[in-house]
């Protein structure tokens, strides 16, 4: 396990934006990622994106892959 450093989380976020990735649950653009990342089978990393919608009021939470060779930085 890894804990992502506060940059490297914001990196997760846009990452994640510009993927077109929204909450399962509501749709909602606005994902927040967790503090840790996994590493994957194939090397990559899984995180948790976490929804900021006021809808989930005890939060929604979903996995995100981040492909090997992908820069969230160091």
């Keep these: 396990m890894q804990r992502l450093t506060e940059d490297q989380r914001a ?10 990735t929204t909450c399962e649950g509501c749709g909602c653009a606005r994902l927040r990622c967790g503090e840790e990342a ?6 990559g990393l899984m ?4 929804c ?4 989930h009021p ?6 995100f892959t981040i492909l090997p060779g992908e ?3 160091a």
């Design 11 to 20: 990196r997760v976020e846009k990452l994640a934006r510009d993927e077109g």
């Design 58 to 63: 005890r939060g929604a939470y979903q996995y």
């Design 47 to 50: 995180v948790y994106l976490c």
């Design 71 to 73: 820069d969230i930085g």
């Design 38 to 43: 996994r590493r994957t089978h194939d090397h």
């Design 52 to 55: 900021a919608n006021e809808v």
